[in-house]
């Protein structure tokens, strides 16, 4: 227990101590949301095609229409309430990648060699490693959450510190499982390159084939497959679930496949980092 | 117990076969310095690595205070200090979180580690730069901090892998009188370095490896014993020339073998033998006298040099060298 601490505690000491780093990061989902969010203006796209000057009943008539409309395809009439609570996934998503570089550049610059010389438990040192990752993604949702109600995110009436919780704890479970396959990944991986090619490779691939900027049934049938096995999905409709009151058709059955998916991905990893570190 | 560390024929074959080291035994008595004098690419590092569960033993074994590195790896981790060759303190950290985090992690509570820290930090002589940030630090100052960093938890035994690797002169001398004084404190000392100057001038005894085997050991002075007395060097240039001239003296009586375009004469008074050999000097371009040494031992025992060759790593060097350029 100690052991995770100390290895988490000077990663987050780290990160907080690159002042550009810290920054860069801080600001990179306030980015994300403001520039990706707004610019998909799917309300616009779609008024823009109706005459101007039709009587006043009939306009309401169809602003009706495109409220029933968005309603249906993104449970809520506000396509950036949508897309801001998918970011709140897909951005765990991302950062998980991270924790795999720490890995890598502790192995090249021998820190990695230094950590395992003294008798901190084998599993002790991927659990500090997933735990800060855990606690920067933390850190990183809060402010993207901040930064999506600044811009116009409408939470769900009556949400609840339990939602709050609830939401913190799906995103956590991502990215424990995204940042469990980064960081095992980088134990085996020779250079950084690696874990950018695949970071490349896994992660929009992830983003798209979910449900985090367009629903699943919406989609081609054999999207629909993949989105279906693609846990960024089910944290985002569980996201969505809580704090923007999407509904959802089996709420434990979503839960439960993402935790099932990230423990998996959790276990793996630990069972091959451990290997890695005591098999060379 | 008669071994602080004793190797038990370790042998480390990595995939792909590469016999890293073929055979090592050795014991190191407590309260030594002991060296591993070798080329690069001779097995030092990955036998330090065995010794300090890093790496696994194909086969073999290594006792640590009696305690087996493959059956009882965490109790080794407590008993020994391991600086390895890499500079793996944290530039954008300062000296102090450097030292600090390593205690941590070898267990000690927050107040321990702090002053366990302090106590490290002291000894080396960085106590006074301890708050700078690594990145300021001078290459001298950086393997000064490795040490500290290994020294934190008291361990018993300290292993430096080239611990002088890359510094100049003077800070290498300094670093020389801080490991006299770990001796002092009764620390048994494993030292692995490919400079013979550093192998002679601390260690107690040596054992000289090659190729993954040690081929000689003893003290600095009884493997300079073994030369059997003073060399001169004949630089003759070509390797056949140099073959020719080493018969030719044999077969006057001289003791003298080709190595590599040079002709090395051994005497029992160099100053005295030259005026002797004045009509072969003639065929060399260049004359060397060389007091015994643990170079010309290594050359005596295998016909190369202790020279430096290319690092597995060159990413890792780079960054290293860029660091001590400081």
């Known amino acids: 227990m100690t052991g995770t601490l100390v290895v988490l505690a000077r990663d987050v000491k780290k990160w907080i101590g690159r002042r550009g780093v810290f920054i860069v990061s801080i600001i990179t989902p306030l980015i994300w949301i403001a520039f ?75 820190y990695m060699d230094r950590l395992l010389v003294t008798p901190t438990p084998r599993p002790a040192i991927f659990l500090g490693k997933v735990g800060a990752t855990l606690f920067r993604v933390s850190i990183l949702e809060a402010l993207l959450l901040a930064a999506g109600v600044a811009l116009g995110m409408k939470l769900k009436p009556g949400l609840s510190l339990v939602d709050l919780v609830a939401a913190w704890l799906v995103v956590m479970l991502l990215a424990l499982g995204l940042s469990s396959f980064y960081t095992t990944l980088s134990f085996y991986a020779e ?81 091959l980092s451990v290997r890695w570190m005591t098999s060379r | 117990m008669e071994c602080a560390v004793e190797a038990r024929n370790l042998v480390k074959i990595y995939p792909g076969g590469v016999r890293a080291v073929d055979g090592v035994s050795f014991c190191i008595r407590p309260g030594e310095i002991f060296s591993l004098l070798g080329p690069n690419g001779a097995g030092k590092t990955t036998t330090v690595r065995m010794l300090s569960t890093l790496a696994r033993p194909t086969s073999g074994d290594a006792l640590i205070m009696g305690h087996s590195v493959v059956r009882e790896p965490d109790r080794v981790r407590e008993l020994i200090g391991v600086v390895p060759q890499d500079l793996t303190s944290d530039d954008e950290m300062t000296g102090w979180d450097n030292v600090y985090y390593q205690a941590r992690l070898h267990g000690l509570s927050g107040r321990e580690a702090e002053e366990a820290t302090r106590r490290a930090l002291e000894f080396m002589d960085l106590l006074g730069v301890a708050r700078r940030k690594v990145s300021t630090y001078s290459g001298g100052m950086r393997r000064r901090l490795e040490i500290a960093m290994s020294l934190v938890h008291e361990p018993q035994i300290l292993y430096l892998d080239e611990p002088t690797l890359g510094l100049d002169v003077q800070s290498r001398r300094h670093l020389w009188g801080l490991i006299r004084a770990l001796k002092k404190r009764g620390k048994t000392i494993l030292l692995t370095t490919h400079y013979m100057e550093e192998a002679e001038e601390l260690s107690d005894r040596v054992a000289i490896i090659d190729r993954g085997r040690i081929i000689a050991e003893g003290t600095p002075e009884e493997l300079k014993a073994r030369l059997g007395g003073e060399r001169i060097h004949l630089l003759v240039g070509d390797p056949q020339g140099a073959e020719e001239l080493a018969s030719q003296l044999s077969s006057k009586g001289w003791r003298a073998r080709a190595v590599d375009g040079e002709v090395i004469v051994t005497v029992e008074n160099a100053a005295r033998a030259l005026p002797m050999l004045a009509h072969f000097l003639e065929r060399a371009r260049e004359v060397k006298i060389v007091k015994p040494n643990l170079e010309e031992v290594f050359l005596e025992l295998t016909g190369r040099r202790l020279r430096e060759e290319e690092p597995i790593d060159s990413f890792r060097y780079r960054i290293m060298t860029r660091r001590l350029r400081r």
Request: proline share 4%; charged share 10%.
């Open chain 1, 36 to 110: 990706f969010g707004k610019s998909m203006n799917i309300r616009g796209l779609i008024a823009s095609g109706v005459p101007q000057n039709l009587p006043p009943s009939l306009a309401k008539q169809i602003e009706e229409f495109y409220n029933e409309a968005l309603k249906r395809a993104f449970g809520t009439s506000d396509y950036f309430t949508f897309f801001t609570a998918g970011m709140l996934a897909v951005f765990s998503v991302f950062q998980s990648m991270f924790s795999g570089v720490s890995v890598i550049f502790d192995k090249r610059l021998g």
């Open chain 1, 191 to 271: 250079n950084q390159e690696v874990v950018f090619a695949v970071g490349n490779l896994v992660n929009l691939p992830l983003m798209f084939t979910s449900s985090a900027i367009f629903p699943v049934n919406k989609m081609p049938h054999w999207l629909q497959v993949i989105a279906k096995v693609n846990p960024v999905t089910y944290a985002s409709d569980l996201v969505r679930y809580h704090l923007i009151g999407y509904t959802l058709d089996n709420y434990l059955l979503e839960l439960g496949v993402l935790l099932a998916v990230s423990l998996a991905l959790f276990t793996a990893g630990l069972w």
